[in-house]
């Protein structure tokens, strides 16, 4: 089974944003930005997503990828 990377840390750098400033404007805590930054949150509103696309002026692909798990790519060779 594969997985979300998410790339907020690469859109910032795009933007030129601080995660402070991120997360001002999305109205969310550090800790919760943080969380979802770092591919920990066990679920995201789409609201959210939106917020985030709105803000760093993106599509949600640049926001997240699906990467498939070595275990997951060697079972499929």
Known sequence: MGHLVFN????????????TE??????LTMA???????GKAKAVKVSTIEELCRILKCQP???MEY???DEDEQNNR
């Open 61 to 63: 692909g640049d926001l």
């Open 67 to 69: 990467v498939e798990d």
């Open 32 to 38: 919760n930005v943080s969380i979802l930054k770092n």
């Open 8 to 19: 907020i840390d690469v859109m910032l750098a795009k933007r030129k944003m601080s995660v």
């Open 22 to 27: 991120l997360s001002n404007r999305l109205g």
